[in-house]
């Protein structure tokens, strides 16, 4: 090979790998920011066959976390010194279960209130009223990714990751009768990452730059409003096939972006 044809061969290489790059931020414009989605799976519904009464409000209950189904971000734990008395909390997989938790529930409860019955929470354990939409569930995973995937990979390396098993059923007058069950999975972000534009001739310090606030968008708590997002929509639309709200309340029960 010449000279000339070797500079050539390389020209047509940055010029292949930049309309990569181009149809990537078009794809990844066209899903919304670092678009990860919600895979919501049903594994039963109500079949009774009669209408039921209408609640008269919605009871969001905490999801129970186990903290042996949270993972932790392993490149920020690396960072601490095991016998460091400063441990940051979040570094604890309780503690971060907790947040996820909080998270979920809150932004439930706000999407669930544009049903336009009124939405309390409630501690997981508690007794529940009666005249009621009760909503239970637990966290079956909960992973922070990796940071360092992310920022330097990214293409779905080092994602986070929310899963969960949700139960929704009307208590009325004593009697608990299940509506829908269903799980809910994130899936992996489609990010570009900061390793990909500095190979194709970029700027090191401005696509770092890019990733590292990218990446702010799609923590594990980003996933766990997504999941909240997806939850509401699924039961909104139990909600309108029972009758109880307007078809055009309705979010729609499936995938949430």
């Not at 181009?22 to 920011?33: M, S, Y």
Request: no cysteine.
């Amino acid at each position: 090979m010449t000279i000339q044809s070797w500079h050539n061969a390389r020209k047509l290489l940055f010029a292949f790998t930049l309309l990569t790059l181009w149809t990537t931020a078009l794809v990844a414009r066209a899903e919304g920011p670092l678009a990860s989605h919600v895979d919501v799976q049903v594994l039963q519904s109500y079949a009774g066959g009669q209408s039921l009464p209408k609640p008269e409000k919605i009871v969001v209950y905490d999801f129970t976390v186990d903290p042996e189904n949270v993972t932790l971000d392993k490149s920020k734990v690396d960072e601490i010194r095991p016998s460091s008395h400063l441990r940051n909390r979040e570094h604890d997989p309780a503690k971060l279960g907790q947040k996820v938790a909080d998270k979920l529930a809150s932004e439930l409860a706000k999407d669930l209130g544009k049903t336009g019955l009124p939405v309390e929470r409630a501690a997981a354990g508690s007794n529940p009223p009666d005249n009621a939409l009760v909503v239970t569930g637990s966290f079956t995973s909960i992973a922070e990714g990796s940071t360092t995937e992310r920022e330097g990979i990214g293409m779905g390396a080092g994602s986070a990751e929310v899963s969960t098993q949700v139960r929704v059923a009307l208590n009325n007058q004593g009697k608990n009768t299940m509506l829908s069950e269903f799980t809910t999975e994130t899936s992996k972000s489609k990010n570009v990452g900061a390793a990909v534009p500095v190979a194709a001739g970029l700027n090191p310090a401005v696509a770092g730059a890019r990733a590292v606030t990218s990446d702010r968008k799609k923590n594990v708590t980003a996933d766990a409003s997504k999941t909240a997002d997806a939850t509401a929509k699924q039961i909104s639309g139990v909600m309108s096939e029972l009758g109880w709200i307007p078809s055009d309340t309705k979010q729609g029960a499936a995938t949430s972006k």
